[in-house]
């Protein structure tokens, strides 16, 4: 007798069977419908006379598409009937289940069972129909194998729900809406639905557990780290300041990460930006490695002593604080053309106008279309009505507009209701104004890259657009001088602010060293650029000889590395190091006295010849090649490479409009507003591991 059963009768006894392959699951026990199913075996008459019991037919769903062959004395084997493919049945006494035969249909291997199932488009828990055949009634139903088992976990579901409101900045009173509370209950009634306070709480212990993983990563940074400060507003004027740190690990690998987001009661003071500083020092234990602060807006005088009035005290000032404030490259951009677009804004309006003309009618639309194929117009541009809120969206529009003024002419031929187009003379100026508006474009386009890119690069992109608008000031044309001479007062503002740093930044990039400072200043200041050069000649000398005198602060894995030995302290506080023989200090007087007798590293560097211009070029690898050759010259460059030009993330370097906390989150205590924003950063940043460059070329030692 075969049954689905695990035991068979034997002389009239009921035998438990062993199984050779996976139990029987008990959902495969539990049958919504019986279904009455074909013999594909015929009883011999003496087997009928052995067991008078009366067979019972089988109803596994698994012997529509397998047959029972015998294959030896007393082995049988099922036979798949599409692939030919056979499994275990019975051997002797013992008679197999059915959960592999349904695992292998359930696989797709059968090619008519699974055209059958995308026909159908079955769910991953239904089973396929019959072949060739049509029934109303249902099958039963079966795990496949493709949806392997799990046991159920409250804790993970909740740990996932934390996740998933993090991640999507959902909010937590998800949780008890009706909806989504029904939804989880049809999806696992077994799961005990959380609150609004039990959700919180388990975001913040979220935000706790990846907040150690950023603390060690911290720890163990060799040098100093940089922080931007960009100060949101709300609708109940309270700021928020979003704190980053920036820095470069002792793989020479760059990070940004957001470490805090502070509520500021009174945003518009003085103290504002040095006490969001001082609390972020605080909560990470960074007291002696801040190295700058780059801020979204320009502080006024006090607010500026205010900060290095704080620092001084527990973090030595670099360069007596020239280094320490930096604006944000991004801001200062966005508002220059802000300033630039509403000089201009009746010619920006004619052309969004024209512009909004064509792209709200699908017939007029297609008629511009075929305009410009007539017209064999060369321009790839696509006509898109800009977004006021990101000025790059307003650039584009001009640019393609400007393209496409041939089309734009014939249509107001043309077309009668086409009305108020652009003259020549406005076509003229759209033109001047994308000119003037590309260098800034490009600049900013450079922000949005997933890569950081180092501090060096912006030197070449910010002397560029000072030269330029310095000259387009001067110029005949009134609509050029009028436009370019307030776009020039707001860049030299920021040219003046973060010159410097910028300057000593592009030193440490040995394609330019000091030559590219000395070649751009003359362009920019003429007969006074010797005195400006100096200024920076003189000012990464004191740099370097600080670095040399005062040696950062070292992590003991950093400074085995550096040293070729461990440095411990004894009870007393006194360093011995661990080889035994006591020579620390000897190493330092080395030092000290080597820079004294000869070139130093810095001079070394400066007089050798400059490599090659590859575009392709990393120059914090390049200092990590190089760092046995300039040990004290590779931690400053590290350093300075580090210095970050702008406070926003990618997604905001066009941004017309200030960030505004919404007013959910405002509702929110400010430690879980915190807990919620950073984990998000940190979450999205876990896994993405950017490639390492390939360094082109290295400077022979």
């Not at 100060?231 to 704190?243: E, P």
């Not at 005949?476 to 602010?497: G, H």
């Not at 070029?617 to 702008?646: E, H, Q």
């Not at 993330?649 to 929110?668: G, I, N």
Request: hydrophobic letters at 35%.
């Amino acid at each position: 007798m075969e049954m689905d059963n695990p035991d068979v009768v034997m002389n009239n006894e009921l035998v438990p069977v062993e199984e050779d392959t996976q139990p029987i699951e008990e959902s495969d026990m539990q049958l919504d419908i019986l279904e009455t199913q074909p013999n594909h075996e015929e009883m011999t008459p003496n087997s009928a006379e052995q067991q008078p019991t009366k067979r019972r037919k089988k109803k596994s769903i698994v012997w529509e598409h397998f047959t029972i062959e015998t294959v030896g004395a007393g082995c049988r084997r099922a036979c798949c009937k599409q692939c030919k493919q056979s499994f275990a049945y019975s051997t002797g006494s013992k008679v197999a289940g059915t959960s592999h035969l349904k695992r292998h249909i359930a696989k797709g291997t059968c090619p008519v069972v699974l055209r059958n199932q995308e026909k159908s488009q079955l769910t991953p828990f239904s089973a396929p129909t019959k072949v060739g055949t049509f029934s109303d009634t249902p099958k039963r139903r079966y795990r496949t194998a493709s949806v392997p088992y799990l046991s159920f976990d409250a804790d993970r579901c909740r740990h996932e729900i934390a996740r998933m409101i993090i991640m999507h900045d959902y909010p937590l009173n998800m949780v008890e809406q009706p909806g989504f509370v029904a939804f989880v209950q049809n999806l696992q009634p077994r799961f005990d639905m959380v609150s609004f306070n039990t959700v919180q709480g388990d975001c913040v212990a979220t935000y706790l557990r990846e907040k150690q993983i950023i603390q060690r990563v911290i720890e163990g940074v060799p040098g100093r780290i940089c922080l931007t400060l960009d100060l949101w507003s709300s609708s109940q004027a309270i700021g928020y300041m979003f704190v980053c740190g920036q820095f470069i690990d002792s793989d020479w690998k760059m990070h940004r990460k957001l470490l805090n987001v502070i509520m500021e009661p009174y945003p518009e003071s003085d103290t504002a930006f040095s006490h969001s500083v001082a609390a972020c020092l605080s909560d990470w234990n960074m007291d002696g490695k801040l190295f700058s602060v780059t801020i979204n807006q320009p502080l006024n005088d006090a607010a500026v002593d205010n900060l290095r009035a704080l620092l001084s005290v527990k973090n030595p000032l670099v360069l007596d604080g020239q280094l320490l404030v930096g604006n944000c490259l991004a801001r200062s951009v966005s508002s220059i053309v802000q300033d630039a677009l509403t000089s201009v804004h009746g010619l920006v309006k004619k052309i969004r106008d024209s512009v909004k003309y064509v792209k709200t009618s699908e017939s007029r639309e297609e008629k511009f279309i075929e305009l410009k194929q007539h017209l064999q117009v060369p321009s790839s541009k696509t006509l898109a009505i800009d977004d006021q809120t990101r000025w790059n969206t307003t650039y584009e529009m001009l640019l393609a507009a400007s393209e496409l003024k041939e089309v734009f002419s014939c249509l107001d031929t043309s077309d009668p209701d086409y009305k108020d187009a652009p003259s020549t003379e406005d076509w003229q100026q759209v033109e001047t104004l994308c000119q003037y508006l590309k260098p800034l474009f490009d600049t900013a386009n450079l922000l949005t890259t997933t890569n950081a890119s180092t501090t060096n690069t912006f030197f070449h992109e910010a002397w560029k657009i000072q030269l330029e608008l310095a000259r387009a000031a001067t110029s005949e044309d009134p609509f050029v001088s009028t436009l370019t001479k307030s776009m020039q007062e707001n860049f030299d503002k920021y040219w003046r602010n973060s010159c410097f740093i910028l300057a000593i930044a592009v030193v440490m990039d040995p394609r330019f060293k000091l030559k590219l400072v000395e070649f751009s200043f003359s362009k920019i200041y003429g007969e006074e650029s010797a005195s400006y050069v100096k200024i920076v000649d003189e000012g990464i000398h004191d740099l370097f000889l600080e670095y040399v005198s005062l040696p950062l602060p070292l992590t003991p894995a950093y400074a085995e590395v550096a040293n070729g030995t461990s440095v411990k302290q004894d009870d007393s506080g006194i360093e011995i190091a661990s080889n035994g023989l006591g020579l620390t200090d000897f190493d330092v007087y080395i030092m000290e006295t080597t820079s004294q007798l000869s070139k130093s590293e810095l001079d070394q560097y400066l007089e050798e010849s400059l490599l090659p211009r590859v575009h392709e070029f990393d120059v914090v690898g390049w200092w990590k090649v190089n760092r046995m050759k300039y040990p004290t010259l590779s931690k400053m460059a590290r350093d300075i490479l580090s210095i970050p030009v702008c406070t926003v993330p990618a997604t905001s370097v066009f941004d017309t409009v200030r960030k505004e906390m919404d007013s959910y989150r405002c509702s929110l205590r400010p430690e879980t507003v915190e807990a919620l924003i950073c984990a998000k950063d940190w979450l999205q940043t876990e896994n993405i591991e950017p490639p390492t460059p390939i360094v082109k070329l290295e400077v022979p030692i």
